[in-house]
């Protein structure tokens, strides 16, 4: 067989390309940041979600790329490559999915439900990995969905206290993103993956993601 059209060939450059976009999308976050602080003063910034004003509404999509300052993105950067990838075990388009999912729904949803105020960042992405991870391992009750999110627990439990309410931070845009993710995970359980065998017992004026 042709080094072409081998399996395991095709298997590797798809899983490259994958890797590749993900870490183009962080990297385009940085150059984003790079470009606003040092060439715009900080003006992107204004650009994000506000919440039922028809000025904020281009926000949800433009939100995941801003950041308040380098603290900031780089608390999001590292669990969007790791959570992403975790999600990204189960295939390209079901990365997609759910990435587009908690983009614009957990945007959406901000914007309709959110606090005032100016809201930025990727964490609202970032939870929505959350969310479908463990709505996967919820809904699925198997071996290959509960690995995944058990590895995102035992690394980022402390990413749940982003759910309740608190000051200066966009918890209604981390809580959006990650109902938004359980959602889409609960649309996507396919039934040739529920086997007796593999099923497991039951027990400022910025607010940033």
Same mark, same amino acid.
């Given at each position: @067989?042709?080094p072409d059209?081998?399996p395991?060939?095709?298997?590797?450059?798809?899983l490259?390309?994958?890797i590749?976009?993900?870490?183009?999308?962080?990297?385009?976050m %940085?150059?984003?940041e790079?470009?606003d602080?040092?060439?715009l +003063?900080d003006?992107?910034? +204004?650009?994000?979600i506000? =919440?039922?004003?028809?000025?904020g &509404?281009?926000?949800?999509? %433009?939100? =995941?790329? &801003?950041h308040a300052d380098?603290r900031?993105i780089f608390? *999001?950067?590292a =669990?969007?490559?790791?959570l992403?990838?975790l999600?990204?075990?189960?295939?390209?388009?079901? %990365?997609?999915?759910?990435?587009?999912?908690?983009? &614009?729904?957990?945007?959406?949803?901000t914007?309709?439900?959110?606090?005032?105020g *100016?809201?930025?960042?990727?964490?609202?992405?970032? /939870?929505?990995?959350?969310g479908?991870?463990?709505?996967?391992?919820?809904?699925?009750? $198997?071996?290959?969905?509960?690995? =995944?999110?058990?590895?995102? &627990?035992?690394?980022y439990?402390? @990413?749940?206290?982003g759910?309740?309410p608190?000051q200066?931070? $966009? %918890?209604?845009?981390h809580?959006?993103? /990650?109902l938004?993710?359980?959602?889409?995970?609960?649309t @996507?359980?396919?039934?040739r993956?529920?086997r007796?065998?593999?099923?497991?017992?039951i027990?400022?004026d910025?607010? @940033?993601?």
């Amino acid at each position: @067989m042709l080094p072409d059209t081998d399996p395991e060939v095709a298997g590797r450059r798809a899983l490259l390309r994958q890797i590749g976009f993900v870490v183009g999308l962080v990297v385009l976050m %940085w150059v984003v940041e790079f470009v606003d602080t040092f060439a715009l +003063g900080d003006r992107l910034q +204004g650009n994000g979600i506000v =919440p039922r004003t028809s000025s904020g &509404l281009d926000g949800i999509l %433009w939100a =995941p790329f &801003l950041h308040a300052d380098w603290r900031h993105i780089f608390s *999001n950067s590292a =669990p969007f490559l790791f959570l992403s990838a975790l999600v990204a075990i189960r295939g390209f388009g079901y %990365w997609l999915r759910v990435t587009v999912v908690a983009w &614009l729904l957990g945007g959406a949803l901000t914007w309709i439900f959110a606090g005032t105020g *100016n809201h930025i960042g990727a964490s609202g992405v970032v /939870f929505g990995y959350l969310g479908a991870l463990l709505g996967a391992a919820i809904f699925e009750r $198997s071996v290959r969905a509960a690995a =995944p999110a058990a590895v995102a &627990l035992f690394l980022y439990y402390a @990413m749940l206290i982003g759910l309740v309410p608190q000051q200066g931070i $966009s %918890w209604e845009g981390h809580l959006a993103g /990650f109902l938004s993710g359980i959602a889409i995970s609960r649309t @996507m359980v396919r039934p040739r993956e529920r086997r007796v065998d593999d099923e497991l017992p039951i027990a400022g004026d910025y607010w @940033m993601e």
